[in-house]
């Protein structure tokens, strides 16, 4: 009888443990996105004291600094083959350069709960690009989902406040909105391309290529904004600081991994059900914090983006692991 009942104590103990380890993964999905959603908000206010072209050069030096231990530890061969170098900096370039360059530029002159929200139709539109381009199967409900998607972000961008004379909207406000679709589009093109290389290489040594092209191609531009503003520097506070250092570890390198553990814990069905704490982490961070003020038709195109990313993805997991190496 002792021993039964020691076996019962032992038991009872092992219960948290076992919570504990199952709850793990769940806990990294939800703090990468939540990593994400802040991301937004910290981007927009360090872009009010670092150039964007700058930013995006230290973010990805930075990051990449941080990535090299784990790449050079891993077990995996990370050595890249000559053939596929031009793929990876095609790949870089949609992925890093030109999807970051238009995501700040547009940052910079809309609100961060449009542009968390713009940003989620990078599933649909992934979608659509598979099946218009690709010949992917798809399903009605797909199809459905993308109209209600790309119909929501038609109406985020302004178009209805455009054709009804509204004088809500400002143009740069239009143009940035416009701007963070073409980064989604860009996201979905180079995710696209990728696919084959991420079958070749581990998504560590594909993540650090793709930084390395965002280092190389970020240059440039930076040193122009510096010629044109040599005194910037000397202008950013422990506000830049911090926001340039939580984008470089947090957002870039951090959650990266908390999302790829979780998902390999997981698995992406899973992993999936989490997307939406994204958006509205960045909607209450913008609303409470820079005050931004949803519209009406906002909410409208919100509720339809969220609904079209829903059904355009019903049945497609293979369309869902976009974080990884997002925003």
């Not at 238009?102 to 809309?110: A, V």
């Not at 989902?145 to 406000?173: C, D, Y």
């Not at 093109?189 to 594909?206: E, F, H, M």
């Amino acid at each position: 009888m002792a021993k039964v009942n020691s076996l019962k104590i032992t038991a009872i103990t092992n219960i948290p443990a076992v919570t504990l380890a199952l709850a793990w993964p769940y806990l990294a999905i939800i703090t990468a996105h939540f990593i994400w959603g802040i991301n937004y908000m910290v981007a927009k206010v360090t872009l009010q004291e670092i150039p964007p072209m700058s930013l995006a050069f230290l973010r990805f030096c930075l990051a990449l600094i941080l990535l090299l231990p784990f790449l050079l530890t891993e077990k995996r061969d990370s050595r890249l083959q000559l053939q596929d170098l031009p793929q990876l900096f095609v790949v870089g370039a949609l992925l890093v350069t030109f999807n970051i360059s238009f995501f700040y530029l547009g940052l910079m002159r809309t609100t961060t709960i449009n542009a968390a929200t713009l940003t989620m139709t990078i599933p649909a539109l992934s979608v659509l690009l598979g099946w218009s381009i690709l010949r992917e199967k798809v399903y009605l409900i797909n199809l459905l989902g993308i109209f209600t998607g790309l119909l929501g972000a038609v109406i985020i961008i302004g178009v209805p406040e455009v054709i009804l004379g509204a004088q809500q909207l400002s143009l740069p406000a239009m143009i940035g909105n416009i701007m963070i679709v073409f980064s989604s589009l860009a996201w979905v093109a180079g995710a696209t391309v990728s696919k084959g290389l991420l079958k070749k290489y581990s998504a560590l040594t594909v993540t650090a290529t793709i930084f390395t092209v965002g280092a190389i191609t970020f240059l440039a531009p930076a040193v122009i904004e510096y010629l044109q503003d040599p005194l910037w520097p000397s202008r950013v506070t422990h506000i830049g600081i911090f926001g340039l250092l939580f984008i470089a570890f947090a957002s870039s390198v951090s959650a990266y991994f908390l999302f790829e553990w979780g998902v390999a814990k997981l698995g992406i069905i899973k992993a999936d059900l989490f997307q939406y704490i994204e958006p509205l982490v960045a909607a209450y961070f913008g609303i409470v914090l820079l005050h931004e003020h949803p519209t009406p038709l906002f909410l409208i195109g919100a509720v339809l983006v969220a609904v079209g990313v829903f059904w355009s993805t019903a049945g497609r997991p293979e369309h869902r692991h976009h974080k990884s190496h997002r925003i």
